[in-house]
């Protein structure tokens, strides 16, 4: 027995090692619940509501976050890490080592545990220390109890999944594309709204909302008892085991199918020599019209990049007007809800697609090697780059034609009056999210941590500059903030140019000129830093090729 709890504890430690080496899931997993808490809190305001207790607003806006914190940690990103390890072949030579399989599993589980349980210890500290949060020690029994019990249940919901979809990239979007829908039916992003009632009994049939509610009733100071709930916990605890139960028939499958690959493999007759399709020198044109359409192949062949960049701007819109009582509701300015965030989900679309997709994919070619045997082929830089750009484009003009339809659909959004501002407005700001992503991806050399950087610069910025969040008033210093990056600019140039008083021609001509200057800025970066040479793949130290030759100790990557 003891000797299988040090195999169990030496694997959960190696997972936790191999997270720390993971800056993306440390800021996705861990990260951004705590950077969601702090910029929700401060945005709403940490007003008093009980002056004789000291209650104040931000006690019950800590708990959706710190179970938000739970599931990124433990189903989210451990279904994405265990996907990996089994598409890379590492579950497979894993086999070929003494761990047991039981190990492998626990310390995946028990790694995601302990994130979890730091991601909800961070939001409730920085809760207590900075916004007068009270915990209550009647309680802390419940809290701790329902925690394991709901990172279990959700690890066991993301081995499901890792097993059952056929790709990491699918998984990745699957359940991210759980994930966020069902935390605006389970209370977690509305503040000032009211949830419809078909949207909070769907919320009630996930374990998402139970886990919301223990949580918030812990916290709440006008209730007493201990804080247990069991009809909370038996919800939580019947998702774990059908998600156990599916998993351990995706593995069984799975083991089958690869078995039956294997046989039909042997019998497999030879492949042909590829045949070239031109013997000539292509021209200029004919190279940039392949480096597009090479773009776009790629960009829409991603699942995780289409449900960032077109799936997710999507669901917001068609969720958060209905929240915040339907898409036509009125603004001060007098646009519509609907054509609001119809208008600043298309610009999100477009910064996910440009300023992080985009690099993220050239980036993991020069880790591959890929730029470097291109250098070899008859693409000249400017093709490579203005072909990235271009490709770019194609997608997010994609992305803002879904939205609208989908606004039309559902709120009635018609084509702006000064559409054509409206067209001219998103293209420099699509150029302008490219050309910082090549900038960013120029200067990092690291395929990790270029969607570090970009994603963690990006998804910040976007509660500031109108685009999850309308109608607030900011604190002085954000809002000057906001205002010097191209995003918030690039929100108010679309949303005043596609509102149906538009005045003159609809192009707001500051706004445009901020986002030329970053754009100049980042073509600066570029032809300073981006050339065949910095292409190359970044040298492995030795730590890393260390780690690379052993299969197991790759295992937690990305969980």
């Not at 995706?250 to 083991?255: C, D, I, L, N, P």
């Not at 890929?370 to 003009?397: D, E, N, S």
């Not at 918030?488 to 030329?516: I, K, N, P």
Request: with cysteine.
């Amino acid at each position: 027995m003891s000797s299988d709890a040090g195999v169990l504890g030496r694997q959960v430690r190696h997972e936790l090692t191999s997270l720390w080496r993971t800056p993306i899931t440390m800021i996705l997993s861990v990260g951004f619940p705590l950077l969601f808490f702090v910029l929700i809190a401060s945005l709403i305001g940490n007003e008093t509501l009980d002056a004789r207790s000291g209650v104040r607003l931000a006690q019950f806006v800590a708990p959706g976050f710190a179970s938000f914190g739970v599931v990124m940690a433990t189903f989210s990103f451990l279904a994405v890490g265990f996907a990996e390890a089994r598409s890379t072949g590492v579950l497979k030579r894993q086999n070929g080592t003494p761990l047991p399989r039981w190990a492998l599993l626990g310390g995946r589980i028990g790694a995601a545990l302990l994130l979890g349980l730091i991601a909800t210890t961070l939001v409730l500290g920085v809760g207590v220390v900075f916004y007068d949060v009270q915990l209550f020690a009647r309680t802390l029994a419940a809290v701790v109890v329902t925690l394991v019990v709901s990172a279990v249940s959700f690890s066991a919901l993301g081995l499901a999944a890792a097993v059952l979809l056929p790709t990491p990239q699918a998984t990745l979007a699957v359940t991210n594309g759980i994930v966020i829908p069902i935390s605006f039916f389970s209370d977690i992003f509305v503040f000032g709204g009211t949830t419809p009632g078909w949207m909070s009994t769907l919320g009630w049939l996930f374990p998402l909302k139970h886990l919301v509610n223990v949580f918030a009733d812990a916290l709440n100071p006008y209730l007493t008892g201990n804080g247990f709930q069991p009809d909370h916990l038996a919800a939580i605890a019947a998702w774990g085991v059908a998600g156990a139960v599916a998993a351990a028939w995706g593995m069984r499958r799975e083991g089958s199918r690869v078995s039956t690959t294997a046989r039909s493999r042997g019998r497999r007759a030879p492949a042909a020599d590829a045949v070239p399709r031109r013997t000539v020198s292509p021209s200029g044109l004919t190279v940039l019209g392949g480096q597009v359409g090479h773009t776009s192949t790629v960009l829409w062949r991603d699942a995780s990049s289409v449900f960032f960049a077109v799936v997710f701007p999507v669901l917001l819109v068609a969720i958060i007007p209905t929240v915040y009582g339907g898409g036509g509701g009125v603004l001060a300015n007098g646009q519509t809800l609907g054509a609001f965030f119809a208008a600043t989900m298309a610009v999100y679309g477009a910064a996910v697609t440009a300023y992080v997709n985009m690099p993220q994919g050239l980036a993991e070619a020069r880790d591959r090697g890929v730029l470097k045997r291109q250098h070899a082929a008859p693409v000249p830089m400017w093709a490579l780059l203005a072909g990235r750009v271009a490709g770019t484009l194609v997608v997010a003009l994609l992305t803002l034609a879904v939205i609208y339809l989908v606004a039309g659909l559902m709120y009635g959004v018609g084509v702006p009056p000064a559409w054509p501002a409206a067209l001219l407005t998103f293209v420099v700001a699509t150029a302008c999210f490219a050309v910082l992503g090549l900038a960013v991806m120029s200067l990092i050399r690291s395929a990790e941590a270029v969607v570090g950087v970009t994603l963690g610069t990006l998804l910040p910025l976007c509660f500031i500059s109108d685009v999850f969040v309308v109608g607030v008033t900011f604190p002085p210093l954000l809002d000057r903030l906001a205002w010097v990056f191209p995003l918030r600019h690039a929100t108010r140039a679309m949303s005043l140019a596609t509102a149906t008083d538009v005045v003159g021609s609809g192009l707001s001509w500051d706004h445009l000129g901020v986002m030329l200057a970053w754009t100049v800025a980042g073509l600066v970066v570029v032809a300073w830093r981006f050339s065949w040479v910095n292409l190359e793949p970044r040298a492995k130290s030795i730590r890393e090729r260390a780690t690379a030759s052993r299969p197991v100790a790759r295992l937690g990557r990305g969980s």
